[in-house]
């Protein structure tokens, strides 16, 4: 079955380093990607998606691509603030298996960034 | 406001004790997906509804059944609990493909956080 495996956390950086955040897949489709991010002690927000391959999704100066030949969809920063601490979700949707939209979550990565 | 609503946002119950957790979807969105999420299994798909029939099945436990009413609204019911049970509870809403440009994609609530004690 389709599933996501994303880096263990928690990741702790300095304010202003550069993120990565690792998140790999296994679908038998052709699945759409997504981050989504999760601040203390609120809901999923979307961060960004791709939707095919080589796509770059970018929103507030995070950015991840699409890459097909290596399965995997990291997520990056070049330089992170102190607003940025929180959980990070990489999944996808892969309809193909059975013709559901459903998301497959990673098990999340915890990101605080130290001023 | 995500356009998602979940009641209540907390819930203490006892052992052996039934709830629900109902959730009220995006205007407009005939989806209604519900997700457990725990300190020990993450974020794990429970169960879809489109249009009020069943459309995918995940990790839901037998104690566990949910439904989608005419008026879109779900409810999940959460039978003879156990401490594993508390957890975190979200539901999402999309239309019937969300992936689609101008899909919108999906929308989740703020959650119910479910604590059996």
């Known amino acids: 079955g389709n599933s996501v495996t994303q880096m263990e956390g928690p990741v702790t950086l300095s304010e202003e380093a550069f993120l990565t955040i690792n998140c790999t897949y296994t679908?038998?489709?052709?699945?759409?990607l997504f981050w989504y991010v999760q601040y203390p002690g609120e809901g999923l927000q979307l961060l960004l998606k791709?939707?095919?391959?080589?796509d770059k999704g970018s929103n507030k100066g995070f950015e991840a691509t699409y890459r097909k030949e290596t399965t995997s969809f990291h997520l990056e920063k070049g330089s992170v603030q102190v607003s940025d601490s929180a959980v990070y979700f990489c999944?996808?949707?892969?309809?193909?298996?059975?013709?559901?939209?459903?998301?497959?979550f990673g098990s999340g990565t915890r990101l605080l960034v130290r001023p | 406001d995500s356009g998602v609503t979940q009641t209540p946002k907390h819930l203490i119950t006892a052992t052996g004790q039934r709830v629900t957790l109902r959730c009220s979807p995006r205007?407009?969105?005939?989806?209604v997906y519900w997700y457990q999420q725990s300190l020990d299994q993450g974020l794990q798909f429970l169960i879809q509804?489109?249009?009020?029939?069943?459309?995918a099945k995940g990790n839901i436990l037998e104690r566990f059944s949910a439904q989608q009413f005419p008026d879109l609204h779900s409810e999940l019911n959460l039978s003879s609990l156990e401490l594993g049970d508390s957890a975190l509870y979200f539901c999402?809403?999309?239309?019937?493909?969300?992936?689609?440009?101008?899909?919108?994609?999906?929308?989740f609530g703020s959650g119910t956080r479910l604590t059996v004690v």
């Open positions: 999402a809403s999309s239309k019937l493909r969300p992936l689609d440009r101008g899909g919108d994609g999906y929308t």
């Open positions: 679908a038998t489709g052709y699945p759409s």
């Open positions: 791709a939707t095919k391959a080589d």
């Open positions: 509804y489109y249009n009020g029939e069943e459309r």
């Open positions: 205007s407009g969105d005939l989806s």
């Open positions: 999944a996808l949707s892969d309809p193909s298996e059975d013709s559901s939209y459903k998301l497959i």
